[in-house]
């Protein structure tokens, strides 16, 4: 099965009415339960990234998605390279979707330290295989997955979480070009986004992890998408405010528009981090 896919936004009226029933958790209590992942490995290359979203057939349900889910985030332990455990994976529940159809309901974040095993993980891993031949009763039979890969650029360091008491909210997207921009212009959009981890402050604090770069590949999606990120919160109305209301997010949205199509531009997916 192949492995490499896609990013989303999400719908912020969706959004919007789930916060009202989400449950705040202080930052203070935040700190101890997550961990930044230095983004540079032992042989001094940035983390490789793989972001997927998984497309069910009608009738499927709930349970079995999740059966999907827990499959899936076994792979963490199941896949085994030279007698080491190689990939951490990190996936939930879509809170929401945009760019792509209907009844993509589960989203995952793939992270390699080498771009050697993201590519034994997609053709040779026996136990992804497997979990493709189980997943495969499942979702669609055409179009199943949306996703992509980059290779981080910048300095901030990706989060995740240690402890299943901890929240952490995924938001995946990936933007798409017009024909004639250049790479330079591309670029630009990356560090312009990247910086973002710096400018955008609520309430006197910093409330945005964000790792992005290049694509390396995608599937699922039309052309020219061209760089993607990985954007994480502590919490789910953090996300809301950063889509709906932060002005550094908007300055960026009107420097991007010169460079992005029309109609769109963008394809991703959030999901709320589970163990």
């Given at each position: 099965m192949r492995a490499f896919v896609l990013l989303s936004l999400f719908a912020l009226v969706v959004l919007s009415q789930t916060t009202s029933s989400t449950e705040e958790i202080s930052s203070s209590s935040l700190a101890s339960e997550t961990q930044a992942i230095n983004s540079t490995s032992v042989e001094g290359q940035k983390l490789f990234h793989h972001v997927i979203t998984f497309r069910y057939k009608w009738g499927v349900t709930r349970a079995q998605v999740d059966s999907v889910t827990k499959a899936y985030l076994a792979l963490n332990d199941l896949a085994v390279r030279d007698g080491r455990k190689y990939i951490r994976i990190v996936g939930g529940k879509?809170?929401?979707?945009?760019?792509?159809?209907?009844?993509f309901r589960n989203g995952f974040i793939l992270t390699f330290t080498s771009a050697d095993d993201r590519e034994h993980f997609g053709c040779c891993e026996k136990a992804h295989q497997d979990f493709g031949n189980f997943m495969g009763q499942y979702v669609e039979s055409k179009g199943y997955n949306v996703g992509f890969d980059f290779q981080e650029e910048g300095n901030a360091p990706w989060l995740t979480r240690t402890s299943n008491s901890s929240r952490l909210f995924h938001h995946d997207i990936t933007f798409r070009y017009k024909d004639n921009v250049t790479q330079a212009q591309i670029d630009?959009?990356?560090?312009?986004?990247?910086?973002?981890?710096?400018?955008?402050?609520?309430?006197g604090r910093k409330y945005i992890n964000i790792v992005g770069g290049r694509t390396i590949s995608?599937?699922?999606?039309?052309?020219?998408?061209?760089?993607?990120f990985i954007l994480t919160f502590?919490?789910?109305?953090?996300?809301?405010?950063?889509?709906c209301c932060e002005k550094a997010h908007q300055q960026f949205g009107d420097f991007m528009g010169q460079y992005v199509t029309s109609t769109g531009y963008n394809v991703g997916f959030d999901f709320e981090e589970q163990f």
């Open positions: 879509t809170i929401s979707t945009e760019g792509v159809k209907d009844r630009s959009v990356t560090q312009a986004y990247l910086s973002l981890n710096d400018k955008a402050v609520r309430n995608t599937e699922g999606v039309k052309d020219n998408f061209r760089n993607g502590k919490k789910l109305d953090d996300l809301v405010h950063f889509r």
